[in-house]
């Protein structure tokens, strides 16, 4: 009877395998482990056509486009599409008052009028190599983790010189990151082109029709799509900058674009760089998540959004300087919210303890596997003990981000102590810099009243330990002469004081800014507590691999390339509600409102609409705009190819739904979708919008 129970209580302990739709597949792992699920999804390529090691295949058209988006290569001259908000901040530094290119949108009508976009790159992976038996050469599961890090740290610094040491391109490098909680490490060589070049981008109406209000939701109706062009030296080498000599990089493979459209049931697969998940928190990170980290995130970023928001209405020249800005901060700002509501709403934290119980129960069926039963007490000990700290460093991190001066006394600190020590650091070059990157968009009005709210908020949530003395009772009434004279708040004083060390660090607001530190580094980093979290969480990932042995598993999101697919599909949010699965140019009007700037519509759009000028690409007498698929996605997926069963591009992947914003967590299958533009909206907006033939004509349409 015993042997019965214990076996029935085996069974039921088996986790469900992932299902197709879910999972951020690593692309070398393709073969042996998605072989057949992909086949039966539907793809006809086999999975060397998406990654090979000796041949060029899919993944060459892929690129990390600037510091956290996905880009893809659609031409034999290294076109690029993403989506407008990856781009939103080039095009914006690339805007004027005169040349507001963001407000109006651009179109390059030859190479020679396309705009270099200053520091922005695009990183192509060339190889892909697991090197988890070399980084953990000399480790043991007993060993404190301090010396298991070590060792590791020593033998991945030798790896990488190795690796290094056989590239002979200077813009190539290795990357060896950790995978499954520092159970796997796998090794990448990157390539990097440092031109790239702004050639199109609807404008903002177009671009990011819908703004916040529509963001993280479906339906949607934006044209969420920019284009440039990645340029490489005559040779077609990688480059590290500009060159008026370089040309455009021919690609060994480039996306072909399907014409076709979607129905339902559709394969579709995304290929990109998904930032972070945390496909295997535990109940206690849930917790810290709910009551700490996004509570945080919320309302400081809320207030000065709020603050923000009124003076980018009241000023064109505000509204384009702080575009950007809003944006970025926005964004996880509603994403934390909506991931609250999701967690709640969904029950993550109860599945969450299933899995725990289920993974407890396997460790005690087997006396082997011992070595895992303090996996889970040290993560609730670790969360535990770093959550306090984490709650009042989130406080610090987020009023410095909304206090701009501050932050700039911050940055010239750090050149200053960097120069101190380096006499081959120009240090007025260097400032010179600094000041031309933050003065273009600041505004120093608006920046005192959003710095004197953040400080208000300081005042009111850390304890008295912590607390900077600048922040006494007298602080507000002293505080605007402070501002309106420092030399972090003018351009000219700002630039007149870089001589003068003296100047620079006894200004009022790099002395408080001096403060703020000073309190943070009075924190007592719970350092043990973190060992703790790193060493329960590799045990309890490498628990789960071995209970799951034989059965395909993909690891976190850590922005390295990933392969997901799933299908075309519609779904139902709530009871007697059902959203279809594409959207229209109907629906782009329907929303139109002259009112609300987050749906101004666009005059020439509406022109074309009036008209039933559609071209080619009418549908139904109207034009389709987004779908949504069943991918799995996250945030640095973001302008990742959507691709059909043949590889061809059918759409770029931009975002999730609002009824699954805890998906970062726990995968919804009913309710997470992947929505996407729908590459022949793109081809309309390109040609009937923006009249640029010439792009059209570079393509290759299928």
Request: proline content about 3%; aromatic content about 10%.
């Amino acid at each position: 009877m015993k042997k019965l129970l214990i076996l029935v209580a085996s069974l039921m302990l088996l986790p469900i395998s992932a299902k197709a739709d879910e999972g951020m597949w690593l692309l070398h792992m393709l073969k042996q482990q998605n072989s057949k699920a992909l086949k039966q999804a539907g793809f006809r390529l086999s999975p060397e056509a998406i990654y090979s090691a000796n041949q060029s295949s899919l993944k060459d058209a892929i690129v990390i486009f600037g510091g956290g988006c996905t880009g893809e290569i659609v031409s034999s001259q290294g076109l690029l599409f993403t989506n407008h908000h990856c781009g939103f901040g080039d095009i914006q530094a690339l805007s004027s008052i005169e040349h507001n290119y963001l407000r109006d949108g651009f179109w390059a009508k030859n190479h020679k009028q396309e705009l270099p976009a200053e520091g922005l790159k695009a990183q192509f992976v060339r190889h892909i190599k697991d090197v988890t038996a070399q980084a953990l050469k000399g480790t043991t599961v007993d060993q404190a983790d301090s010396v298991r890090q070590k060792l590791i740290k020593e033998n991945i610094k030798a790896i990488t010189a190795a690796a290094d040491s056989t590239l002979a391109n200077e813009c190539e490098h290795t990357l060896i990151k950790p995978f499954f909680g520092g159970n796997q490490y796998i090794q990448f060589t990157m390539e990097v082109f440092g031109d790239v070049r702004l050639v199109g981008t609807p404008p903002q109406s177009v671009g990011k029709y819908g703004g916040d209000t529509d963001n993280w939701m479906w339906p949607r109706h934006t044209g969420d799509f920019s284009i440039f062009r990645v340029y490489a030296s005559p040779e077609n080498g990688s480059t590290k900058s500009y060159s008026a000599d370089n040309v455009p990089y021919k690609a060994p493979k480039h996306l072909a674009v399907s014409t076709k459209g979607v129905k339902e049931g559709d394969f579709t697969m995304t290929l990109g760089f998904p930032g972070s998940t945390n496909r295997y928190m535990t109940t206690w990170e849930i917790d810290q998540t709910l009551n700490v980290t996004n509570p945080v995130r919320v309302f400081i970023r809320g207030e000065k959004q709020g603050i923000w928001w009124a003076d980018m209405m009241a000023d064109p020249k505000v509204r384009l300087q702080y575009a950007s800005k809003y944006a970025r901060s926005s964004n996880y700002w509603k994403n934390s919210i909506g991931m609250s509501r999701g967690l709640k709403k969904l029950n993550i934290r109860d599945r969450k303890q299933m899995e725990q119980d289920q993974f407890n129960a396997w460790v005690k069926l087997d006396s082997t596997r011992a070595k895992y039963a303090e996996a889970l007490p040290l993560i609730e000990k670790g969360v535990k003990g770093y959550t306090e700290y984490q709650r009042d460093m989130q406080i610090f991190s987020e009023v410095l981000g909304g206090a701009e001066a501050h932050s700039l006394a911050l940055s010239v600190d750090r050149v200053l102590a960097a120069s101190a020590k380096d006499s081959t650091i120009n240090r007025t070059e260097v400032l010179t810099q600094v000041a031309d990157d933050f003065f273009k968009n600041y505004n120093a009005d608006l920046d005192k009243k959003a710095t004197l709210r953040m400080f208000e908020i300081l005042s009111d949530s850390l304890t008295a330990d912590y607390m900077p003395k600048f922040l006494n009772l007298s602080y507000a009434k002293k505080f605007g002469d402070m501002y309106d004279n420092s030399v972090y708040t003018n351009k000219d004083r700002f630039l007149k004081a870089i001589s003068s060390c003296c100047a620079m660090k006894k200004d009022p607001i790099a002395v408080q800014t001096r403060e703020i530190l000073v309190n943070v580094r009075k924190m007592n980093r719970p350092t043990q507590a973190y060992s703790d979290f790193e060493r329960g969480h590799r045990l309890y990932l490498a628990g789960l691999l071995e209970m799951n042995k034989g059965k395909a598993m993909y690891p976190d999101a850590n922005f390295t390339i990933r392969a997901s697919y799933g299908n075309v599909k519609a779904y139902k949010p709530a009871d007697a509600t059902s959203y279809d699965y594409v959207t229209t140019l109907d629906g782009v009007m329907a929303k139109a409102d002259k009112n609300n700037p987050d749906f101004v519509l666009d005059p020439a759009l509406k022109a074309l609409y009036d008209n039933k000028d559609f071209g080619r690409w009418a549908v139904n007498g109207t034009v389709p705009v987004g779908f949504i698929s069943t991918n799995d996605i996250t945030g640095g997926n973001s302008g990742s190819p959507v691709l059909n069963s043949r590889g061809e591009l059918i759409g770029l992947a931009f975002d999730g739904n609002w009824e699954a914003m805890s998906g970062d967590i726990a995968f919804e299958p009913e309710l997470q979708r992947c929505i996407n533009i729908d590459v022949r909206y793109l081809l309309f907006v390109v040609e009937k919008l923006g009249k640029a033939q010439n792009i059209i004509d570079e393509l290759t349409l299928r």
